[in-house]
């Protein structure tokens, strides 16, 4: 089948977009809004953009809490959420007003970060704290504002848990990043294969070198 999405006109029971690029990573966003009240909210239109030096970005539709914040105080932090977070990160996703913070409302610990004024969740193994860099807005061919703005931050700060390192590599199967499907739909990494290279030795230099991706 084919169809263009600027009609819509897909003729299925559920538009199919979100499915088509799976699976999608989840950034987990804490920020802290000028009047000091911590938000806390998944984003899966998210992802590592830049390795060398590290940069991120969320996506969001239309401009909610956690890019305000991000813009107003300069700082954002992106949890990584897990499989076992999984009703945690749902609960977070709930809208709550821009006073109530939703790491109290859903029972997560946040513990301070290093770089950035903003805390992180305690539970999440990795975090990434993120100074914001800019707002790119986005617009259709036709001049149409797009409701989406993508949010970019520089990593500033990147803490790991120890116990989900293996040998000095990050052992994915121990952190089990959970994903976004389409639909309702979730997954998890619980299982890796290696694929090297061409031309690649054989000591395992995948991920101990520093190809881009
Ligand atoms: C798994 C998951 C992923 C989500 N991804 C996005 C996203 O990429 N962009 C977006 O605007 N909203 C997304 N949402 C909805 C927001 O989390 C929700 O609107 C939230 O209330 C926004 O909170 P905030 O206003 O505190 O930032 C997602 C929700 C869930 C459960």
């Given at each position: 089948m084919f169809y263009d999405p600027?009609?819509?006109?897909?003729?299925?029971?559920?538009?199919p977009v979100t499915a088509l690029v799976t699976p999608r990573p989840i950034g987990w966003i804490s920020s802290v809004s000028r009047a000091g009240v911590v938000n806390l909210s998944p984003y899966s239109?998210?992802?590592?953009?830049?390795?060398?030096?590290p940069f991120v970005m969320f996506s969001s539709a239309p401009a909610k809490d956690s890019q305000r914040n991000a813009e107003e105080t300069g700082e954002f932090v992106v949890n990584i959420a897990t499989y076992d977070l999984r009703d945690e990160v749902n609960a977070s996703?709930?809208?709550?007003?821009?006073?109530?913070?939703e790491p109290a409302v859903v029972g997560l610990e946040m513990i301070p970060c290093r770089n950035v004024r903003v805390p992180r969740v305690a539970r999440s193994p990795i975090a990434l704290e993120c100074r914001y860099s800019k707002t790119v807005g986005l617009e259709s061919g036709d001049g149409k504002p797009n409701p989406s703005a993508i949010v970019i931050g520089e990593v500033v700060g990147i803490h790991i848990d120890?116990?989900?390192?293996?040998e000095g590599l990050i052992d994915v199967t121990s952190v089990r990043p959970l994903a976004r499907l389409g639909y309702m739909d979730y997954c998890v990494v619980d299982e890796v294969f290696e694929i090297r290279r061409p031309?690649?030795?054989?000591?395992?230099?995948s991920r101990k070198a520093e190809p881009v991706s």
């Amino acid at each position: 089948m084919f169809y263009d999405p600027r009609s819509d006109e897909h003729g299925l029971p559920h538009s199919p977009v979100t499915a088509l690029v799976t699976p999608r990573p989840i950034g987990w966003i804490s920020s802290v809004s000028r009047a000091g009240v911590v938000n806390l909210s998944p984003y899966s239109f998210f992802n590592l953009v830049s390795a060398y030096p590290p940069f991120v970005m969320f996506s969001s539709a239309p401009a909610k809490d956690s890019q305000r914040n991000a813009e107003e105080t300069g700082e954002f932090v992106v949890n990584i959420a897990t499989y076992d977070l999984r009703d945690e990160v749902n609960a977070s996703s709930a809208e709550f007003g821009a006073h109530v913070s939703e790491p109290a409302v859903v029972g997560l610990e946040m513990i301070p970060c290093r770089n950035v004024r903003v805390p992180r969740v305690a539970r999440s193994p990795i975090a990434l704290e993120c100074r914001y860099s800019k707002t790119v807005g986005l617009e259709s061919g036709d001049g149409k504002p797009n409701p989406s703005a993508i949010v970019i931050g520089e990593v500033v700060g990147i803490h790991i848990d120890e116990a989900v390192l293996v040998e000095g590599l990050i052992d994915v199967t121990s952190v089990r990043p959970l994903a976004r499907l389409g639909y309702m739909d979730y997954c998890v990494v619980d299982e890796v294969f290696e694929i090297r290279r061409p031309g690649e030795p054989a000591a395992a230099l995948s991920r101990k070198a520093e190809p881009v991706s």
